[in-house]
């Protein structure tokens, strides 16, 4: 089992930033992939980005030149650093793990941006 713990969101005014983080614990080793997933109110939960083990990145282009993430494999995490946020961004912010055999979801953080 994976176990997965979103933080760092918030309210922020449209134009700001955050960087929100996943910590999983449990069987880490057997990740691979990781991901952040958005859904907004009376939406459908959607992909917002990737990462690999390797590192190699993609992003859904409603964020690119927006969003990063990035991986820390020692601690764990994985991170998107947020920018210039909209009001349509926000949502709350699911992180989610493959391993061979599973995927994991986390519980979500909140980010509000007002316009």
């Known amino acids: 089992q994976v176990q997965l713990a979103e933080s760092g969101g918030g309210l922020v005014q449209a134009g700001g930033s955050l960087r929100l983080s996943c910590a999983a614990s449990?069987?880490?080793?057997?990740?691979?992939?990781m991901a952040w997933y958005h859904q907004a109110p009376g939406k459908q939960r959607e992909w917002v980005a990737s990462?690999?083990?390797?590192?190699?990145?993609s992003y859904a282009d409603s964020v690119k030149g927006r969003f990063t993430i990035s991986r820390d494999n020692a601690k764990n995490t994985v991170f998107l650093q947020v920018n210039s946020l909209k009001p349509e961004d926000t949502a709350v912010y699911y992180c989610?793990?493959?391993?061979?055999?599973?995927?994991?979801w986390g519980q979500g953080t909140q980010v509000t941006v007002s316009s």
């Open positions: 449990g069987r880490i080793f057997s990740i691979n992939t």
């Open positions: 990462i690999t083990n390797g590192g190699s990145t």
């Open positions: 989610r793990a493959w391993t061979t055999l599973n995927n994991y």
